[in-house]
């Protein structure tokens, strides 16, 4: 079964970046589209970033301007670079990617900022 593998996770000091990346540990065709979620405890899990096929990108009003979504070289590779990271930004990042009827999440990276 094909699984997401997330990296690049870490803690980070307020202002600091990170970039993770997420590739899935098989093939998977004709991915639509390819997004990060992040969730904190007590929270629901919510949408970060997402980016289509046609490369069409969408973002939270709360990273709109720090954080970037790209697909990699790399055939169905994503990354997030985030930037001017705050400690609100702390939570369980996972990586998303949808060929529909189908969906695969990843397991998550912890991305922490210490104010």
Request: proline share 3%; hydrophobic share 30%; net charge positive.
């Amino acid at each position: 079964q094909v699984q997401l593998v997330e990296s690049g996770g870490g803690l980070v000091k307020s202002g600091g970046s990170l970039r993770l990346s997420c590739a899935p540990s098989g093939s998977i065709f004709s991915i639509n589209t390819m997004a990060w979620h992040r969730q904190v405890p007590g929270k629901q899990r919510e949408l970060v970033a997402r980016i289509t096929s046609g490369s069409s990108t969408y973002y939270a009003d709360s990273v709109k301007g720090r954080f970037t979504i790209s697909r990699g070289n790399a055939k169905n590779t994503v990354y997030l670079q985030m930037n001017s990271l705050k400690a609100e930004d702390t939570a369980v990042y996972y990586c998303f990617m949808e060929n529909p009827p189908y969906a695969y999440w990843g397991r998550g990276t912890q991305v922490t900022v210490s104010s």
